[in-house]
């Protein structure tokens, strides 16, 4: 068990697919077929895939044409991959593999051409980003490999009504998104800037795009859950007060319906140059 639920990424898949910034998405697909001769396999790698979200992103983005691509999907719950397999496991080219991603050398990157990852490079640290792009880097000399990082988390969230407390609860989230999540202190909001930075200086041609979710009544249970995980994630900042947290928290819920929520991320795509 990891701590994401299959309901909160069922919950959340909706907006993170509108989120996406489908102009990387078409340039990802662009580069996966990219020199591939007619009718050969060419792998993704997706990292932190819980049930598979990425997956069925490119599959809708590519309507029934995804035949040629063979999906490793890894993340080190159990629980997410069986149900990958389970949704996805007849219909797609299709291995799981249940590890931990800080393990770089053990990852199945050997022959991708793209590993993928959403939700998921906010959670990491400096350090797993530039092992990584290391990596990366190495294997290029013998196949070409880019990485395509959706919904990384850029530190702003905005609510309509205002509250007097959204600057300070927005401060107090940030900071615990900075928390050790299993890579060493996460880079949280500063995972794009950060994921640009590395790739650019190792020779990637970086694409970097707004993907925010946009929220408003329709997306109230997401919005209501949101608003529990932000409440539970704050809730022992020493800069909060607890009776003025608990009334923000009811007045976020009530405008739950009514209200709007915009959550920034950015999506990255980053390719090695010359292609
Ligand atoms: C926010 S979820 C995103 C899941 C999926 N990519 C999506 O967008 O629905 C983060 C995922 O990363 C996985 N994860 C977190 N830390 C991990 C680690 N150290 N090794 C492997 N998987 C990890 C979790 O199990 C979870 O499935």
């Not at 396999?41 to 069925?56: F, H, K, P, Q, Y």
Request: with cysteine; charged share 20%; hydrophobic share 40%.
């Amino acid at each position: 068990m990891s701590g994401f639920s299959i309901d909160w990424l069922d919950l959340r898949e909706g907006a993170d697919r509108r989120a996406r910034a489908d102009k990387l998405l078409e340039q990802a697909r662009h580069w996966l077929q990219s020199d591939a001769a007619p009718q050969s396999e060419i792998n993704v790698v997706d990292l932190g895939a819980g049930t598979g979200s990425t997956l069925r992103a490119f599959s809708a983005a590519s309507g029934s044409n995804h035949d040629s691509l063979s999906w490793h999907l890894v993340d080190q719950d159990a629980q997410l991959l069986a149900q990958a397999r389970l949704r996805h496991g007849d219909s797609h080219q299709l291995q799981t593999h249940e590890l931990d991603l800080t393990d770089i050398a053990a990852l199945p990157l050997e022959g991708a051409k793209l590993i993928t990852a959403s939700a998921l490079f906010d959670l990491v640290s400096a350090d797993f980003i530039e092992r990584l792009a290391v990596e990366m880097d190495r294997r290029c000399q013998q196949q070409a490999v880019g990485l395509y990082s959706a919904l990384n988390y850029d530190g702003t969230t905005s609510w309509t009504p205002a509250h007097p407390l959204d600057e300070d609860v927005l401060k107090a989230f940030n900071r615990d998104q900075q928390r050790d999540k299993g890579f060493g202190a996460a880079l949280g909001p500063d995972a794009g800037t950060y994921m640009e930075r590395v790739f650019n200086s190792l020779g990637f041609s970086v694409y970097s795009v707004s993907s925010p979710w946009v929220l408003d009544s329709d997306d109230s249970k997401l919005v209501d859950a949101l608003i529990s995980g932000i409440a539970d994630a704050v809730a022992q900042d020493p800069a909060l007060n607890a009776a003025s947290l608990q009334d923000w928290i009811q007045f976020r819920k009530l405008h739950s319906l009514g209200g709007t929520c915009s959550v920034g991320h950015t999506d990255l795509l980053a390719l090695p140059q010359g292609d």
